[in-house]
Nanobody, 116 residues
Framework: QVQVVESGGGLVQPGGSLRLSCVAS????????MGWYRQAPGKQRELVAD???????NYADSVKGRFTISRDNARNTVYLQMISLKPEDTAVYYC??????????WGQGTQVTVSS
């Protein structure tokens, strides 16, 4: 079964931490680029971070120094460690994964809420 599944979201206080996970299952995934995006209410979906199979990373300026993306290539899994969370980080976080057809498949998203 081909799917991209995120987990690890939740409610956290400002300054807290969360770790998101995303597994891409199925033979159509290229094993190359995987990434995290987020969409806050009333805003467009934006890139948070992405990572290549060789470990090259790219971050949005708003999360640099606070978020760390990593991956386990053998498990086609990507992680997003988030620290020093702010209310403005509140959003639905989506994972995507590159396929052998040069497209990206998206997961359903996981809600992250930063609030006291």
């Amino acid at each position: 079964q081909v799917q991209v599944v995120e987990s690890g979201g939740g409610l956290v206080q400002p300054g807290g931490s969360l770790r998101l996970s995303c597994v891409a299952s199925g033979s159509i995934f290229s094993g190359n680029l995987m990434g995290w995006y987020r969409q806050a209410p009333g805003k467009q979906r934006e890139l948070v971070a992405d990572i290549t199979s060789s470990g090259r990373t790219n971050y949005a300026d708003s999360v640099k120094g606070r978020f760390t993306i990593s991956r386990d290539n053998a498990r086609n899994t990507v992680y997003l460690q988030m620290i020093s969370l702010k209310p403005e980080d509140t959003a639905v976080y989506y994972c995507n994964a590159h396929t052998i057809y040069h497209t990206f498949l998206w997961g359903q998203g996981t809600q992250v809420t930063v609030s006291s």
